[in-house]
């Protein structure tokens, strides 16, 4: 009598493979969505009263080493600030630290300052605000790349006084349309750049070890 053969049904190598790649993706997936999550958290703007200390001095710190960050107003009237005059709006780039360990992941930190003479109507919403890391002419990182259902947010700002966001980045390249990049930062020297609507700020460099 032939002995009737029995198929395995033991997953192969290559089913392997793609279940790993599943759940490989899976938890990229998450973890993105829990970057931007804290980058929406992080983007409500804390005043600061200009005759008063900063609560947090690290944050109005500007990189050690480097000039003084100032604003590069727009040369066209700015649509995203209603009620600001040409140049009111100064936008500067900082970081917490200059230095960064290789468990440490660089607070970014965006300033805003009204520059003029009169209360100045801001919007300082998702839909505006961008954290950009370069390394030379490479563009490594922008939180515009994957911002999900962005949102408009008007504040008046007083004369003279400014308004901080913060961002942490935990060291992942971004591409336009969110895609996926395997590559990782190295380490070596970066520069930080914010920008708010139209107008942006020099760039503030920073080191990864």
């Known amino acids: 009598m032939a002995q009737k053969q029995v198929r395995s049904t033991r997953p192969s190598a290559r089913v392997y493979r793609r279940r790993r790649l599943a759940v ?69 780039a900082s970081t917490a630290q200059v230095t960064h360990g290789p468990a440490e992941d660089p607070v970014l930190v965006m300033t805003i300052k009204n520059a003029g003479t009169t209360d100045c109507m801001v919007n300082v919403g998702t839909s505006q605000q961008d954290f950009s890391v370069m390394s030379g002419a490479d563009r490594i990182f922008s939180t515009s790349d994957c911002v999900e259902d962005p949102t408009d947010t008007e504040i008046t700002v007083k004369p003279g006084a400014s308004e901080t966001a913060r961002f942490t980045w935990t060291r992942v390249r971004s591409a336009p349309g969110c895609k996926f990049v395997a590559a990782k930062p190295r380490p070596g020297t970066y520069g930080f750049s914010a920008k708010l609507g139209n107008v942006s700020s020099e760039t503030a460099r920073f080191e990864l070890r």
């Open 24 to 92: 490989l993706i899976a938890t990229l997936v998450l973890v993105g969505l829990l970057t931007w999550a804290g980058f929406g958290i992080a983007s409500l703007l804390r005043p600061s009263d200009p005759g008063a200390a900063p609560a947090d001095p690290a944050a109005s710190q500007t990189v050690a080493g480097s000039p003084q960050a100032s604003g590069v107003p727009s040369t066209e009237p700015s649509a995203e600030t209603p009620g600001c005059l040409e140049g009111d709006v100064v936008v500067t």
